[in-house]
């Protein structure tokens, strides 16, 4: 028996950086959502193995895999196969939700989900969902929103690969405000609206390390996108446009300069199987 899971790519629309632990764990105040496009993982019955194909596989190793990790969290067997198609330590959750697609396979498969599996990684709860949610502390606080409007959506990246604990690192300040209460979105507008009032922490510690980011951002606002911004730690940017078509001109405009862009759209929560 063969099971696939989609790893859908998370965005982080906003993200608010509101203290440090004592671990040395960073509090954050995130809305989240998801994409349809993302990466896909098959398990099948046999000894715990894992196979990469897809258009990023050269980039990620087998060794020490968050999917190998979240099935020994498991204790559970399985030949995994991931199709990776986002790119490697991006800002879009992509190991997260790889590791987080294992579990819910896995689960199918008769598995117990693990106790905590922020274990793995503190995007990996909310990946576990792949719903649009308030994540808060070090990512094992979630807070369940509506489903947000299905917008068209561009991904750009310009190649690069940013390490999460040198943006946060580069932190000028770590006790900020939360977020604003998070209404019910209809549209382009008001999310759009809202946003404008929130931030992502993390974007002007990304641009002391890359400011190609400054260049991904200004390539999405120039070819009308309605909104963009820095998801998590970067490198990658997202932009929010009024419809699929544009979209669509935007991600070609944008590979031009050899980035990595795609057209996709904001996801409906996955359903349960």
Not at 240 to 268: C, M, S
Request: overall charge neutral.
């Amino acid at each position: 028996m063969s099971i696939t899971e989609t790893a859908p790519a998370k965005l982080n629309l906003a993200l608010h950086v509101t203290g440090r632990r004592d671990d040395g764990y960073h509090l954050l105040d995130s809305l989240v959502a998801f994409t349809v496009l993302g990466d896909r993982v098959r398990l099948e019955p046999g000894p715990l193995a894992l196979r990469i194909d897809g258009p990023f596989a050269a980039d990620l190793s087998t060794d020490g895999n968050l999917c190998l990790r979240a099935a020994r969290l498991a204790g559970a067997d399985a030949a995994i196969t991931l199709t990776k198609s986002l790119p490697v330590a991006s800002g879009i959750g992509g190991g997260s939700a790889d590791a987080a697609a294992v579990l819910r396979g896995l689960a199918r498969m008769g598995h117990a989900l693990p106790a905590r599996p922020e274990r793995l990684g503190s995007d990996v709860p909310v990946c576990l969902s792949s719903a649009p949610a308030r994540m808060q502390g070090a990512g094992e606080i979630l807070t369940p929103l509506p489903p947000l409007p299905g917008l068209s959506v561009v991904l750009a990246n310009p190649g690069i690969a940013l390490s999460t604990p040198q943006v946060f690192a580069a932190l000028d300040r770590r006790d900020n405000p939360g977020l604003p209460a998070i209404p019910c979105f209809t549209g382009l507008a008001d999310l759009a609206t809202w946003l404008a009032g929130t931030r992502n922490d993390l974007e002007p510690a990304a641009l002391t390390l890359a400011p190609v980011i400054g260049q991904v951002l200004d390539g999405l606002r120039t070819t009308g996108a309605a909104f963009a911004r820095m998801s998590g730690s970067g490198a990658t940017c997202f932009g929010l446009y009024a419809t699929a078509d544009t979209a669509r001109i935007a991600a070609n405009a944008l590979k031009q300069h050899g980035w990595w862009a795609v057209a996709t759209e904001l996801a409906p929560p996955l359903m349960p199987r």
